[in-house]
C-alpha cells in the first residue's frame, strides 16, 4: 500500500518538477503526501494481525503436541504402543460381541419366527429339546389360527452324506433337509433361483455358491444334478450367497420330502413315514406368527395342548410341555438338548464386553499415569505459558490436544495390530469375525470419534492436574509436591495390578485344572483307537470285515458297538419288585463281546459277556459300579438280580434281564460329570472302532491304509472316514483350553500395559526423589538402602492390590471349577505363585529407574542447593 | 464503507479501472479521470476510492513492475471483478430505466 502509493507520488512528482519547476513540485507533494493522511491509509491492515480464533490456537495446539511427542520419544512410544495395544484388543472384543449378537437380526420377520420346544419332567430333573415331531407341522397349520407358516429342519446323520458330480465326490456335513417354506419365512438371499419354488420338487437342492463352485467349478450350476448318498440325483433349482450369520448354518438345502420317500422305500424299514410318526422328535420347527404380539397366546394354547399333542402316542410315561422360543434369542441364550449347531454363549459375550472395556480401562489409567508423572518435565513450559498469558483453559486444551494427538496415532496402530490380532482370533476360537470397514463406512467416522472420545477422557484428568501449578513455585525451581495428588496415582496402580494379579490366578487355575484332567486316568485305553465314521455301511458284513483284518500283526482288535468315551444313551430301568416311580434313569450302552478286552476295563463281579452263552444277548446286562450304588445294592448282591426298561416309547415292562456282570466305573463320557450309572447290553450294531498295535505314527498310517484297503473292497461307494478316539475326548476340553488361552494373552497384555504404567510412575517418583537420595547418600547410606528405599513403596501397592485380587481371583476360578465333576482343589499355592509373579515382574520393572537414581552423582543433584 | 452501495466518484473510478483494463493504478486513474471530467482531481481522493472498492469487492489488486521513475517503488495495478461489472451493469440499467421514466414532454421543452 505504501509502497504504491509512494510510487504514484513520484511519478506524479517527476512529470511537475518538468512542468511546473522544482519548488512547486515540493510544494504539491507536500500537500499530496498530507491528503494521503485519512483513516484509510492510515488504518492498519487488519489481516496481518487477525485475532487468534479458535483454529488459529488448535493448530498451536497441534504444533506443541507433536514437538512434545518429538522430544520425549520414549515417552510417547510407551504411550503410543500401550494405547494401541489396548484399542486393538477392544475393537477386537466390540467386535467379537457385535458379531455374536448379530445372528438371525437379519430376517425381517425375526420378531414373529419362533422355534418350538418341549420339555419334560422325569424324577425331578427338567430336560428340554430343541427338536419336534414332524406331524406337529400340520397340526399347527391346522389348529392354530395365530400361525401363518411353518419350516422344519432335519439332518441326516445317520451315514455319509455324499454328494457326487462328475468324478468329484465329498461328504458333506451341512445338508439341511426343510420345507418349501423355508424362503418365505426366512430371508436367505438367494443369487439364483426362484425362492417360491425353490424346494417344492422332492429332488431339489439349494446349495451355497462356495459349494456351487467346489462341485461345478465356473460352470452355471442350475439345472445340473447331484448325486445324493449314491442313489438319488438332485436338481439344483437355487443358489444362495452365504453372507448372513445364522443358528441355521447350512451349505446344501434339499426338501425334507426327499427324506420321507427315501424311507418309504428303504428296505429295512419299507412303508416308514415321518409325517405320521409322532414319537420321534427329528424336526426343527420354526413358525412364523401371523403377529409378534401372539407369541404368549400361542405358548399357552401350546402348554394346555401340550400332552394332548403327544397324547398320540399310546401309554404317554410323562407330560410334555410344549413353548416357543424367539429366533433371535437361539443363538445367544439356547442350550437345550440336540441344538441344531453348537450355539455361542451370552455369557462369554458378556464376559468379553467386559474384558474390552477392562483392557480399555487399563490402557487409560497408563496413559493417565504416564502424563501425571511428566509433570516434573512439563512444569517450567507450564509455568512459562502462564506468565505469558495463557489461561487455565488453555493449558487444558493444549494437553487433550496432546492426548488426543496420541489416541489418534494409536489408533492407526492399534488398527494395524487389530489387522495381525483377527485372523489369530478367528482361528483360536474358530469364529469368523471381520471389520466391515467397506460394507459399513460410517463405521470409520465412529472409530475416528471414539478415538476422539477416548482421548478427551485420558486427557482429562492430566490436564486439570498440570494445568493447576502454581507458575511462582515452578519457575523458583520447586518442585512439584509429590504428596498431593499422588493417591489417584497410587489407586490407578492398585486397579491396574488387581486386574493383572487376578488374570494371573485364572491362568494358573486353568492351566492346573486342564492338566489334572488330561492327566487323568479314564479307566479305559483309549490310545490308538479309531472309530469310523460310516461304519454302520457294513454292519452287515462286519464279520467279513473283521475276519479281514484280524490277522493283521498291526490291528489288535475290532468292535462293533459302543465306543468308550463316546456319549451313550439314557434309559429308565426299573428292577423286578418296586414301583414304576421307583425307576431309575441310566445310561445305556450297547457293546460287544470285545468291549471289555478292547478298552481294557476291568471286571469287579460277576463275568464278561460270552458266546458261551447264547442268551446273553437277550436276557444278560452288566452294571457299572456307579449303578449298583445307584440301586443300593453291593457288587455281589447285584449278580442276578432282575429289571427291565420303561418309559419312551416302548413301556412294556419285561423282567427278562438279569445281571451277569459288574464293571469297574470308568469315564466313559466327561470329566464335567462323575461317572454315570450305566447298564450295558449285548449287540451287534453301533459304531465300528479299531485298535492298533504300532510302534510310531509312520506304522500307524499303514495300518490305517490296509484298512482302508478292505473299506473299499466292502463298501466301494462310500468313503472311508475316521476320527481318532484320544482326539475326540480331548476335543471336549477344547473350550476350556482356548479359554484359558484367551485369558493367557489377555493376562500378558494387561500385565504388560499395568508395568508400562509402573514405570512410568517409577520415573516420576525417582526424579521428584532425586535429592533426598543425595543427601542419603551424602550421609552415608549404602546403593542397596536406597533401592529398597524407592521400590518399597511401590511394591507396597502390588501387595496391597494382591490382597485384594485374591478373594476376587479365588471367586471366579471357583465358579468355573465348578463345571467340572473331576476338579483341583484351588490350593493357596495357586495364590502363592501369582504374588511372587506380580512382586517379580513389578520388581523387575522398577529395579532400572531406582538403580539409576541410586546411583547418581549427589554431587550433581545437590549442586544447586 | 458502509454496505455495498458507492457514490457518484467511485462508480467514476471503478469506470475508469474498466477503461484503463491492464493499466489501472493510482496515477493513471487520477489522469484518466481528470481529461475525462476537464477538473481537477486529488490522487488521495482516488486512492481512498480504490481501498473502499477493494474492500466491496467490485475490485482486486495485485503489484506490478517496479520502474526508474517510481523511484523503485511498484505499482498497485487495479481489476474489475466480476461484481465490480455487475455492479455497473446494474447502475447503468438504473440509469436506463430512469431515463427512460422522464416523459417524452420533459425533453421537448415543457409547454405546459
Known sequence: MVDAIEGDLLELYRRRVFSLGKTRANLLYLLNVIMFFQPFALKRKSKT??????????????????????????????NIIGMAIGISSFMMMVSYVVTELSYDKFHKNADRIVRLNYSYETRGETSTVSRVSFPLKHRLLEKYPEVEKVARFYINRMDASTLKYDDKSFTEEKIYFSDPEVFEIFDFPLAQGDPSTALIAKNSIVLSQAMAKKYFGDENPIGKSLLYKNSDQLQVT????????????????????????????????????LEEDWRWSGSWTYVLLKDAFLKNDFDIRLLEDGTDLFGRVDNPSVDFNYQSQQLADIHLYSN??????????????????????????????????????QSVNRAKEIGLRKVMGAHRKHLIGQFITESTVITLLSTALGLLLLELLIPLFNSFLDQDVSIPYIQVPILMILIFFGALIVGGLAGFYPSFYL?????????????????????????????????????????LAIQMQMDYIKGKDLGFDKDQVIILDHGSKIDDEFKLFKSKLINNPRISQLNLGYVAGTSGWQQSFRVEGEAISEAKSLGFKHISHDFMDMFNTELVAGRNFSNEFPTDSSSAVMLNEAAVKTFGWSNAEALGKRFSWVGGSDNKTRFETKVIGVMKDANFESLYQPVRPSVFTLSNFGDVSIKFNVGDRKELLLAIDEVEQVWNELAPSWPFEFTFLDQQIEAQYQKEEKLGMMIQFFAFLAIFIACMGLFGLATFTVKTKLKEIGIRKVLGARLAEIVFGIMKGFLALVVVSFVISVPVGYFLSDSWLQDFAYRIDLSPFIFLIAGIASLLVAGLTILSQSLNAAKTDPAKTLRYE | MKGKNIGEFEELVLLTVGILHENAYGLSITDELESRLKRKVTISSVHKALV??????????????????????????????????EELNHSRELRNTMWEAVPKIVWEGGKL
Not at chain 1, 440336540?338 to 455369557?347: A, D, P, T, V, Y
Not at chain 2, 521513475?69 to 466480476?82: D, I
Request: net charge positive; aromatic share 8%; glycine share 8%.
Open chain 1, 336 to 373: 437345550m438338548i440336540s441344538e441344531i449347531s453348537s450355539n455361542g454363549s451370552i455369557s462369554q459375550v458378556y464376559a468379553f464386553a467386559a474384558v474390552a472395556i477392562l483392557i480399555l480401562l487399563i490402557a487409560c489409567i497408563n496413559f493417565v499415569n504416564l502424563t501425571t508423572a
Open chain 1, 49 to 78: 494481525y487477525a485475532k487468534l480464533t479458535t483454529i488459529d490456537m488448535l493448530r498451536n495446539y497441534l504444533l506443541i503436541a507433536i514437538r512434545t511427542i518429538k522430544k520425549t520419544k520414549s515417552i510417547a512410544a510407551i
Open chain 1, 238 to 273: 437355487g443358489i444362495f450367497k452365504k453372507s448372513f450369520r445364522s443358528h441355521l448354518d447350512f451349505d446344501f438345502l434339499v426338501p425334507v420330502e426327499l427324506q420321507r420317500q427315501r424311507w418309504k422305500g428303504d428296505g429295512s424299514n419299507k412303508g416308514y413315514d
Open chain 2, 52 to 85: 473502499r472498492l477493494e474492500g466491496k469487492g467490485y475490485v482486486r489488486s495485485y503489484m506490478g513492475v517496479a520502474s526508474e521513475v517510481r523511484g523503485g517503488r511498484a505499482k498497485k495495478l487495479y481489476q474489475l471483478t466480476s461484481t465490480g461489472r
Open chain 1, 467 to 507: 494445568s493447576r501449578l502454581k507458575p511462582v513455585k515452578v519457575l523458583k525451581g520447586k518442585l512439584i509436591d509429590s504428596r498431593s495428588n499422588f493417591s489417584l496415582r497410587k489407586v490407578l496402580v492398585i486397579t491396574q495390578f488387581i486386574v493383572s494379579n487376578t488374570l494371573i490366578i485364572g491362568i
